[in-house]
């Protein structure tokens, strides 16, 4: 055994050496040509030199195997070992070492005094030597013509267990933005080049090993097992996804095993986080006073809610139970919440197999007060289990197995309701009325539950009370195990290869809830002049003391894929031809759906091709099509055929470029245009056949003696359609791309979509049709165009210091082009053609009504309002205000713009890195009923027909309309205790703009010097302190500008992180 593993060892390292010398010799001789004429000076000087020793690490702190090192102006040099250690003898002060290995950035150091020179190597994105992953496989960088963008996973790293949220601002062509920061729920929303689409569909086509998947399964993907992360924007990249490709496509591939000594890594980090902003709100004494106005400046003679001596008494933070000033947010909430994440994984193998295992474990917790007396703890806690094992086997020279499996498991607990829920609770709630709870007195010293407060008939909410009185318990899983096998053919002819790829999982969830039912107390029989009072309970006969158990909901997927690939490369002397088809089937089965329709198995079945051809590295030509099909059309338009084809000119590869270089050392000009599909139209299935309901309540007839019986009637829910069919996506690219001084590598792009035949209700049907409902047809056109833009920069420098600067910017627009709509005589800026898809139409609001006067001399409006209401403008000038006066307001709901910036400086062991991210033209409306103050809009499916008092935002309270603040322009209309119909409509008095530019990430690390841990065994050992939205610019100041509209949900978090990466 032991002469087993020997002989596998020394013919690992003899194949690693042969192929690192053929790498260095093949370096070395292009250098020995070009320094020819010094070869006896460096000779000379090199028997008067000294060793040099170090190591050559990657990013990661794993060696670098093979990499080369050589005397600058030499034909001296080595390839690093297994260890990716290297010697070199005679080497002379001052002379400079040239670190290279494909795919990464050379790096130059200069020979001082010392003799341990270790060197760190930087991936190279830009890399015209490198690989670039595309649909089912791989191209040379130089070779691609389709626009694709990747992100290096070091940047994906932050201080979160959500993937998702690390995209924004990061990756050129995506739209992204996160609304909420409540564990669990907060996955960000994230577009390809923006939404050209007013259907049913507008996010990607995620793809992680082949396999569709959620962007739930996406924010559960642990950075350290990425090896590659793209995007896919254009038809010539999505093509071949055919009709699920429209949207574009995020490709994710996880790590492969790597050849050498097992090699473990460890990455731990402790996070503290806490709101970014909260929305202000008043003290209980003004929001007492502006109550009493509120009633008052609507009706004079209306009964007052708070007297003056309450007023007086209610002294805020006092725990006073007679004059309560409970601060809700105190009650329920904590000022931050600690977090933790650790991932492991160990890296090895052979000649005949190579593995990739990791586990990773992440609790985020939320920042609800959890209750010292209560049984159970319903604050948040999200943790998510991950497992994956990938192994590569070399069954033959020709033939390699692939297994692939991996478990994703999360287990969350929190209150009933959901974190959001919570806060917009808190918000909804009387601060004055009673406390969260009243403390125990004699006569109920062994009451066994919380005595909750309440006031009157119990009939109000009391937060505190609905989120104390149970928890809710959910899973998911994902289990995924995949099977690949690859052929090479070269037996049959050069640069014949084929695939087959089989996958199974199961994804599985469940939820769980427990609660009781609070018993709600009031104070009774207040002694004023003793200060004596009773506690009574309001609803003895329906609180309980012991849980009530609801099972919830279960649910099971069942997905199988299936792909078969046949793959061409060959050079023939200056021409490069490569070809690839490929066949895929897709089954997806609900077993526990809830009809007959869903329980049928969801199917796609599609062939793929690519067709290739380069001329001397210079000219390349590529076309590509997809033929998919999908079950859920009629037979007759089931199938579609969906073309694209690019050119590309990689000038800097002519001769004629030779003197421009030392300049722009590349230059490269590429194009494409296709089509591309979308089979996600619509919720509902086989849009070819009728939905008919049998037992329609709305129709029948009553029959019996006294007509008590009835029976219910059948009526048409849809109509079927066969025409109806997949929207399809016409696709055009132009791109640039220039690397200067070798340095700054940037990529431009500019792009055009037309979206045709989009599902579209009809606007309208004769009557004398008889039609029951209005029918389905794809109808809607849509267009899109735009701009991707990139830049990266790397600088290495000789004092053992580097510098990175990297930065992108997306400008997404689309707009309707085709669109049935109604008619509106007279006002045609109610047609939706011509303005983007995402437009908001509303009232121009031109201030408010100074005095009755005013209202009295203006057109009619809505309801009854007065003085101190929203003034709207008469656009067609017709005396009144209506419908038609309705215009394009704001930018669209989604941002046009969205960008980032960044850089990272090294030195000596230090690094310290810096990105901000932005977006703009974006605009978002301020919920009128959810922000007023003292209205009752509590959600009666959470907590059924409690009533609310909402909170009183600070800013309003500053400045609002009235007698004695008569300003047309206050922040708020006149106040009021119930909605006024009039305020409440959408127009630009509630619009805001939602750009800003957030410092989204700070990060500070140390690399304990290797020569220290090298004596404990440890290879690589870096610690690290991170920040994650730390400051935000923006015009908008109440409250985090990112959760646009969500303003009154779970705030987006503040995060304050330390880790460490430890490599054995």
Aim: net charge neutral; hydrophobic share 35%; aromatic share 12%.
């Amino acid at each position: 055994m032991k002469t087993k593993t020997r002989d596998l060892s020394a013919c690992l390292k003899r194949r690693l050496w042969i192929a690192g010398v053929c790498l260095a010799a093949f370096s070395f001789l292009s250098v020995s040509v070009v320094y020819a004429t010094d070869d006896i000076q460096t000779i000379q000087q090199q028997k008067k030199g000294m060793t040099i020793k170090g190591k050559v690490l990657g990013t990661d702190g794993e060696p670098i195997i093979g990499a080369s090192v050589l005397v600058k102006g030499s034909t001296t040099g080595v390839v690093t070992d297994l260890d990716g250690n290297y010697t070199l003898a005679n080497v002379s002060k001052g002379a400079i070492l040239e670190f290279s290995y494909v795919g990464y950035v050379k790096l130059t150091k200069t020979v001082g005094s010392e003799t341990t020179i270790n060197a760190i190597l930087y991936e190279d994105s830009q890399m015209l030597e490198g690989v670039e992953v595309v649909a089912f496989g791989t191209q040379k960088k130089e070779s691609v013509i389709g626009a694709i963008s990747t992100v290096k996973v070091a940047e994906l790293k932050t201080p979160s267990s959500n993937l998702t949220n690390a995209l924004a601002g990061r990756i050129a062509g995506v739209i992204s933005y996160q609304r909420t920061g409540e564990p669990g729920v907060d996955d960000a929303s994230f577009f390809v080049r923006g939404v050209t689409t007013f259907g049913y569909k507008k996010d990607p086509l995620i793809l992680i090993d082949g396999i569709e998947l959620t962007s739930t399964d996406l924010a559960r993907l642990q950075p350290d097992d990425i090896a590659s992360f793209s995007i896919m924007k254009d038809a010539t990249a999505t093509a071949l996804y055919g009709a699920r490709g429209a949207n574009g496509v995020i490709l994710v591939k996880t790590k492969e095993g790597q050849k050498g000594k097992a090699r473990l890594s460890l990455r731990v980090e402790n996070s503290i986080s806490a709101p970014t902003q909260e929305i202000d709100l008043a003290d209980p004494v003004t929001y007492m006073r502006l109550h009493n106005e509120a009633y008052l400046t609507r009706n004079p003679l209306a009964p007052l809610m708070y007297s003056e001596e309450k007023i007086d008494n209610t002294v805020p933070g006092s725990g006073s139970v007679i004059y309560p000033a409970t601060d809700w947010r105190k009650e329920l909430l904590k000022d931050f919440t600690m977090n933790q994440r650790v991932n492991l994984n160990i890296t090895g193998g052979g000649d005949v197999a190579r593995y990739y295992v990791a586990a990773s474990y992440s609790q985020d917790n939320g920042i609800l007060e959890v209750d010292k007396n209560s049984n159970f703890n319903n604050n948040i806690k999200q943790r998510v289990y991950t497992l994956r094992s990938n192994v590569n086997i070399n069954a033959t020279k020709t033939t390699e197995l692939i297994v692939r499996l991996s478990g994703v498991f999360d287990d969350y607990n929190g209150p009933l309701y959901g974190g959001s829920a919570m806060y917009n609770l808190i918000m909804k709630s009387n601060p004055v009325l009673f406390p969260a709870k009243y403390p125990k007195d004699e006569a109920h010293a062994y009451t066994k539950h919380t005595l909750f407060g309440n006031a009157e008939n119990g009939q109000y909410l009391n937060p505190y009370a609905e989120m104390v009185r149970g928890y809710k318990e959910s899973g998911r899983s994902n289990l995924s195990a995949q099977f690949e096998v690859k052929q090479d053919l070269k037996f049959l002819t050069e640069g014949l290869s084929a695939r087959l790829l089989f996958n199974t999982s199961r994804i599985s969830s469940y939820d769980v809830s427990r609660k009781l039912n609070p018993y709600y107390y009031k104070m009774t029989n207040y002694d004023y002049l003793t200060g004596d009072y009773a506690i009574d309970i309001i609803n003895p006969d329906e609180g309980s003391e012991y849980l009530i158990y609801d099972p919830g909901g279960k649910s099971i997927t069942a997905n199988m894929y299936i792909e078969a690939a046949l793959n061409y490369n060959r050079d023939f002397g200056k021409h490069g031809v490569g070809g690839l088809l490929v066949y895929q089937l897709r089954n997806n089965l609900q077993p526990n759906a809830g009809s007959l329709q869903a329980s049928l198995p969801y199917r796609n079945v599609g062939l793929s091709g690519r067709f290739t051809y380069a001329y001397n590295n210079r000219y390349f030509a590529e076309f590509n099509f997809g033929y998919n099909g999908s079950e859920r059309f009629h037979k007759s338009k089931r199938f579609g055929f969906f073309p694209s084809a690019g050119l590309a000119w990689v000038v800097s590869n002519e001769s004629f470029w030779d003197p421009f270089k030392s300049v722009v050392s590349k230059l490269k000009l590429r194009a494409s245009y296709g089509i591309v599909g979308n089979d996600a139209i619509g919720s509902g299935r086989f849009l070819y056949l009728s939905d008919i309901n049998m037992n329609d309540s709305k129709y029948g007839a009553n029959f019996g003696y006294n007509f008590d019986y009835h029976r219910d009637g059948i009526s048409v829910k849809r109509y079927s359609d066969p025409e109806i069919t997949w929207e399809k996506s016409a696709k055009t690219n132009f791109a640039l791309e220039f690397t200067l001084f070798d340095d700054l590598n940037v990529t431009a792009e500019y792009y055009t979509e037309r979206r045709k035949s989009i599902l579209q209700q009809r606007a309208s049907i004769p009557a004398s049709m008889g039609l029951w409902v209005q029918p389905y047809a794809n109808l809607g056109e849509a267009k899109g165009s735009g701009v991707d833009l990139s830049l990266d920069y790397n600088k290495y420098f000789a004092n053992k210091s580097w510098l990175q600067l990297r930065g992108n910017f997306t400008y997404a627009t689309s707009e309707y082009m085709v669109y049935e709509d109604y008619e509106y005589p007279g006002a045609w800026w109610k047609q939706k053609v011509g303005y983007p898809t995402n437009q908001t139409w509303g009232y121009i609001a031109e201030g408010l009504f100074v005095d009755d006067n005013e209202v009295a001399n203006s057109p009619v409006q809505f309801g009854e309002y007065g003085a101190g209401d929203i003034k709207y403008r008469d656009v067609n000038k017709d005396g009144k205000i209506t419908d038609l006066d309705q215009v394009p307001i704001g930018y669209p709901k989604e941002p046009e713009i969205v960008y980032g910036f960044g850089a990272s400086y090294g030195y000596k062991n230090w690094d310290i890195s810096v990105f901000f991210q932005g977006l703009a033209r974006e605009s978002f409306w301020i919920d009128y009923n959810n922000v007023s103050p003292y209205f009752n809009t509590v959600d009666t499916k959470v907590v059924g027909n409690r009533v609310g008092h909402n909170a009183l935002a600070k800013f309003i309270a500053d400045s609002h309309w009235s007698e004695d603040n008569r300003d047309a322009y206050a922040v708020w209309p006149r106040l009021s205790p119930t909605s006024i119909e009039n305020n409440s409509k959408t127009s630009t008095w509630f619009m805001r703009d939602g750009s800003f530019l957030r410092l989204k990430q700070l990060e500070i690390g140390y690399t304990i010097p290797e020569k220290v841990t090298n004596k404990v065994g440890i290879k690589n050992l870096r610690f690290y302190v991170t920040g994650n939205n730390l400051l935000c610019f923006s015009k908008f100041k109440l409250w985090d500008p990112e959760m646009a509209g969500a303003g009154l949900g779970y705030p987006v978090q503040r995060v304050y992180n330390v880790g460490l990466n430890l490599t054995f």
